[in-house]
């Protein structure tokens, strides 16, 4: 058996452990209920009269995107997303946290598109307080242009993950002692399809080929598991005892078991860029570096 084959085999078994919100597809509610379109209102259509699901296009013109109704301040944020599919080259297709604010805060899901039959890239970063520059870059074990799949961001005083379906593909954990930055204001969940090919693909050597437009990414899964906030203080949302919100328990603070394994197997066969073994940009690693494990 190839160790592809093991991977997914070791997936399967694992499923009966898995905690019902990391494995469970998004749930269905109505868009309307936690989002709003913010930009390219004509690109954005709904495939379905209980506005479950929804197509954002990106054509010569305009992209698209839409956001929440309000900001959260600790969550276990989701979406499924079916990606564009063909030669996508150029195109960014997102899911994401931002906090909207000067000194931000993020965290980033942007898939890079690629030319046809050439693997689309996962890019996550974390932003806090302004500062950036921590992409990593994966590439995926499916064609995530053919199915839905379900793309988590976990957000706690202890951790944030960012998940695949139920794979972990990166930890970032709370290192505040050691001074490392953490998110810590009230962000805004954001999606969108635009032209990033002046960066996205091969370092921006590879653009959008626009005879295959438009490019259009599906999103369904409109549930938000999340701290709401209507001011721009995370009140209470990082309180560890609360019971509505189960993703701040001790059950959620570092990876466990199998989850652990998973993780280990991306970071071992899926990472293709870490800015953590960039010697050109950090000659000494970030402090966070040694410890996210
Ligand atoms: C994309 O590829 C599929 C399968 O190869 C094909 O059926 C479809 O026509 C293509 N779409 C575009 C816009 O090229
Ligand atoms: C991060 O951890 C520190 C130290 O344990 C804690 O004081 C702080 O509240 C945590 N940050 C968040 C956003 O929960
Ligand atoms: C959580 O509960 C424990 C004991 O059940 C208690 O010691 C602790 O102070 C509580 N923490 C908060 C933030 O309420």
Known sequence: MSSE?????????ALVACH???????KDVSFDENYAVINGYDQVKFLNQ???????????NSGAGFGSKVKYGSGFFQISLKLPPNDSAGVVTTFYLHSGTDSHDELDMEFLGNREGKPIVLQTNVFANGVGNREQKITLWFDPTANYHTYRILWNPH?????VDHIPIRVYKNNTGIGVGYPTQPMQVLASVWDGDDWATDGGKLKVDWSHAPFTAKYKGFKVYGCGSTTNVVEGCFSLNSTTYWWNRMKFWKLEGVYEKYYQNVMK???????????????????????NV
Do not use: W
């Not at 084959?5 to 078994?13: E, H, R």
């Not at 951790?159 to 998940?163: A, E, L, R, S, T």
């Open 50 to 60: 209980e506005k479950s699901e929804l197509q954002l296009s990106l054509d010569r």
């Open 269 to 291: 066969k899926h990472i293709t860029y870490n800015y953590c073994t960039d010697k050109i940009r950090y000659p000494v690693p970030p402090p966070e570096c040694s410890t």
């Open 159 to 163: 951790q944030i993950v960012f998940f």
């Open 20 to 26: 019902s919100v990391i494995c469970s597809a998004a």
């Open 5 to 13: 084959l093991m991977f997914i085999g070791t997936v399967l078994t």
